[in-house]
């Protein structure tokens, strides 16, 4: 059989992918659930929710419903810090909050305008911690959390069973996202596979990487005022991971899938997906021109090669080309299968995998447009620019 460039390209696309299935810390696997995860304990502690909320009208009435509606036995304080809303998130707050509740205090707190050197989530994070403080000054964890998130009613329950019986100060669930809409089927299950790829959970438990998911975050009071507060990481536009970074240091983090926990966000067609995937992306890459480069090629080489291999080897007669390009593309179709299956998706979506990492790679390149052009890491009417960076951000 003759060697081809061809075959050798769809050779070691196929090698990669077999790097990834064995050494990769079965990433692909999605098996870090916190599956019913409870534990006998004598006094459950105090825990305050903070959400920082910017016109999250839409959404944030079932958020905190979930909250104010969990089954867990110890206190529980909900303080959500409106950040300059336009669309009467505040007024949303307490419409949903039932004051007559004796679980689940709600309280608004009117954000200050954003502070110099701050990226905007993470200053509402601040002043909600600072007015967690003050109610419930004996609270051992905060949840940070998202209003867009309708939290499954025994979630804070097993968070704090999991943080309290194996000394975790940072516990993390990757939440259900959304995959009701065409593009959102396509492109939302891949997002976490990416992600999951590039930090896999089970390293992560492991303390070999840290990441976390920014819409659940289960944090130890002691653990935050170790690492000196939400402070230390005021601008970071990563949030979630370059907080596990920091915690990971001289502590203990979790990081899961959800079972019954979700995001209630939808997605405006490809151009919503597409804008959550550029805000970050070059953020993430650190601004280097480099690293883009060595991205795009990466993802051309383990998602491209193996389909074109065996499609243009079938024409060409390239046998080589054809056997090593079917085997790639069916060890990364089987790989991507426990992913669907999570998202309660067809198991035939898997085949199109190239075609979705192929529109993930121009989402890439387009946030280093974005970037360059001064849009920078723009969303939800906030742009930032050179300032805000991810370094040590848990790789």
């Known amino acids: 059989m003759e060697v081809t460039l061809l075959s050798l390209l769809a050779f070691a696309a196929l090698l990669g992918w077999v790097w990834l299935a064995v050494f990769r810390g079965g990433f692909w696997l999605c098996d870090q659930r916190l599956r019913a995860y409870t534990a006998e304990i004598e006094r459950w502690p105090e825990v305050v929710a903070v959400i920082p909320a910017r016109d999250e009208a839409e959404t944030i009435a079932r958020s905190i419903q979930s909250l104010t509606g969990q089954t867990y036995p110890g206190g529980l304080t909900v303080v959500v810090v409106d950040d300059e809303s336009q669309d009467g998130t505040a007024e949303v707050v307490r419409q949903a909050a039932d004051p007559a509740s004796e679980k689940g205090r709600v309280e608004v707190v009117s954000g200050a305008p954003l502070a110099s050197g701050w990226t905007g989530k993470v200053w509402a994070m601040r002043q909600g911690i600072a007015r967690a403080e003050e109610l419930a000054p004996d609270a051992r964890y905060v949840l940070l959390t998202d209003a867009d998130i309708e939290h499954g009613a025994d979630s804070l329950r097993q968070l704090v069973a999991r943080a309290e019986k194996d ?62 507060g939400i402070e230390a990481i005021r601008d970071r536009v990563i949030d979630d991971c370059a907080l596990a970074a920091e915690i990971a240091k001289g502590g203990k983090i979790w990081l899961g899938l959800a079972e019954a926990s979700r995001s209630i966000r939808g997605y405006d067609g490809l151009t919503g997906i597409w804008n ?120």
């Open 167 to 228: 000394s975790f100060d940072l516990v993390s669930l990757m939440v259900r996202l959304r995959c009701d809409r065409f593009w959102e089927r396509w492109l939302i299950p891949a997002f976490v596979f990416f992600f999951q790829k590039l930090y896999p959970f089970p390293w992560v438990n492991r303390r070999r990487v840290a990441a976390a998911a920014g819409g659940c975050m289960l944090v130890r009071r002691t653990a935050l005022d170790r690492i000196g």
């Open 276 to 395: 959550m995937v550029a805000r970050t992306a070059f953020v993430q890459l650190n601004h280097s021109v480099l690293l883009l480069a060595g991205t795009v090629v990466g993802m051309a080489m383990l998602y491209l090669a193996p389909p074109v291999a065996l499609i243009a080897g079938g024409l060409s007669g390239d046998r080589g080309a054809m056997a090593f390009g079917a085997a790639g593309w069916a060890l990364m179709t089987v790989l991507y299968l426990p992913m669907l299956q999570y998202s309660a998706l067809g198991a035939w979506r898997a085949i199109l995998l190239p075609l979705v990492a192929c529109l993930y790679s121009a989402m890439t390149v387009s946030s280093a447009f974005r970037h360059y052009r001064g849009r920078g890491a723009a969303w939800k009417g906030r742009s930032y620019g050179e300032s805000h960076t991810d370094h040590g951000n848990g790789t």
